[in-house]
């Protein structure tokens, strides 16, 4: 007669399956490097895991929020860049053309490539990015920001049809930058120039004329102010690009300060798991040396 019952049996196969079980987590653990596979292996360290890869992924978000915001001031600024150098170009020769001096032959050449200056400025100010929103219209990118009434009068023939609205990026937390910019100015500017064209281009064009000269000095006083515009639209992406390169880079110590508090939490003791691993492997070897040993006992080996 066997010593071994089926309740014996029964509590040595549970045995052996939770210490299986405890050495199939193990290789796990081990496989992945991580300690934490599931709440259950430390509820606390588990919630300290959790906050740190939200707030990971929050810091991602904004550092791709800045990557994408940098180019577009990026793109805005060179476009402003040239816009300004078309301006002050233009101003220098509408100053030659308010030279009293200058014949009526000088002026009606300047016109000529007034004109043309003219026209560089409308299409900078109407410039498109390359899914070919509008840069320069606020909010409503898909308008552009001047339209041309060919049946106005000069010196009205061109209107803003864009907003002042801004485009807000957040980029850090409670921080946001505007993505866009406006040029409401522009259509003044090329009015009031567009005005002097009409007048530097007539035969017999005189700048000391007072109606001439008047609308000269509209179209310096527009000039200057869109330099004075222009200028102050630069310092200002500038001075964005530089507060995305700083936070960026309060980003970017956070994410390794972060990675290293979640190494500390959840990384693996590789030695400390292959002890353990070794334990349970030399109690499951035990077990079943010890199963064997009393299954082969009877009550005669007993008594």
């Given at each position: 007669?066997?010593?071994?019952?089926?309740?014996?049996?029964?509590?040595?196969?549970?045995?052996?399956r939770?210490?299986?079980?405890?050495?199939?987590?193990?290789?796990?653990?081990?496989?992945?490097?991580?300690r934490?596979?599931?709440?259950s292996?430390?509820?606390?360290?588990?919630?300290?895991?959790?906050?740190?890869e939200?707030?990971?992924?929050?810091?991602?978000?904004y550092r791709?929020?800045?990557?994408?915001?940098?180019?577009?001031?990026?793109?805005?600024?060179?476009?402003l860049?040239?816009?300004l150098?078309?301006?002050?170009?233009t101003?220098d020769?509408?100053?030659?053309?308010?030279?009293?001096?200058?014949?009526?032959?000088?002026?009606?050449?300047?016109?000529?490539?007034?004109?043309?200056?003219?026209?560089?400025?409308?299409?900078?100010?109407?410039?498109?990015?390359?899914e070919?929103?509008?840069?320069?219209?606020?909010?409503?990118?898909?308008?552009?920001?001047?339209?041309?009434?060919?049946?106005?009068?000069?010196?009205?023939?061109?209107?803003?049809?864009?907003?002042?609205?801004?485009?807000?990026?957040?980029?850090?937390?409670?921080?946001?930058?505007?993505?866009?910019?406006?040029?409401?100015?522009?259509?003044?500017?090329?009015?009031?120039?567009?005005?002097?064209?009409?007048?530097?281009?007539?035969?017999?064009a005189?700048?000391?004329?007072?109606?001439?000269?008047a609308?000269?000095?509209?179209?310096?006083?527009?000039l200057?102010?869109?330099?004075?515009?222009?200028?102050?639209?630069?310092?200002?992406?500038g001075?964005?690009?530089n507060?995305?390169?700083?936070?960026d880079?309060?980003?970017?110590?956070?994410l390794v300060?972060?990675?290293?508090?979640?190494?500390?939490?959840g990384?693996?003791?590789?030695?400390?798991?292959?002890?353990?691993?070794?334990?349970?492997?030399?109690?499951?070897q035990?077990?079943?040396?010890?199963?064997?040993?009393?299954?082969?006992?009877?009550?005669?080996?007993?008594?």
């Amino acid at each position: 007669m066997r010593v071994p019952s089926q309740r014996f049996g029964n509590m040595m196969i549970q045995t052996l399956r939770a210490s299986n079980q405890k050495i199939s987590h193990l290789m796990l653990q081990m496989d992945s490097g991580r300690r934490i596979l599931k709440p259950s292996d430390d509820p606390i360290g588990g919630v300290r895991l959790l906050l740190l890869e939200r707030e990971a992924a929050v810091l991602n978000q904004y550092r791709g929020n800045i990557g994408t915001l940098s180019i577009r001031l990026q793109q805005n600024e060179s476009h402003l860049d040239s816009l300004l150098k078309s301006v002050m170009s233009t101003q220098d020769l509408m100053l030659a053309a308010a030279d009293g001096s200058t014949t009526s032959a000088d002026l009606n050449a300047l016109a000529g490539t007034l004109e043309s200056l003219k026209e560089t400025l409308v299409q900078g100010t109407g410039v498109k990015d390359s899914e070919g929103n509008y840069l320069f219209s606020g909010t409503l990118t898909s308008t552009s920001p001047l339209q041309y009434d060919p049946s106005a009068p000069a010196g009205s023939r061109y209107s803003y049809a864009g907003n002042n609205g801004q485009q807000h990026v957040v980029v850090g937390h409670d921080v946001t930058l505007a993505a866009n910019t406006s040029l409401e100015h522009m259509a003044e500017l090329v009015n009031h120039l567009d005005a002097a064209l009409e007048a530097l281009k007539a035969p017999g064009a005189n700048a000391n004329d007072p109606a001439t000269r008047a609308l000269i000095d509209a179209s310096l006083g527009s000039l200057t102010n869109g330099v004075n515009h222009l200028s102050a639209q630069i310092a200002r992406l500038g001075g964005a690009q530089n507060t995305l390169d700083l936070l960026d880079q309060s980003h970017e110590a956070m994410l390794v300060s972060n990675g290293e508090a979640a190494n500390m939490v959840g990384q693996l003791d590789y030695a400390k798991a292959y002890d353990e691993m070794s334990n349970y492997m030399v109690a499951v070897q035990g077990t079943y040396k010890v199963y064997g040993r009393v299954a082969q006992l009877s009550l005669f080996d007993i008594l």
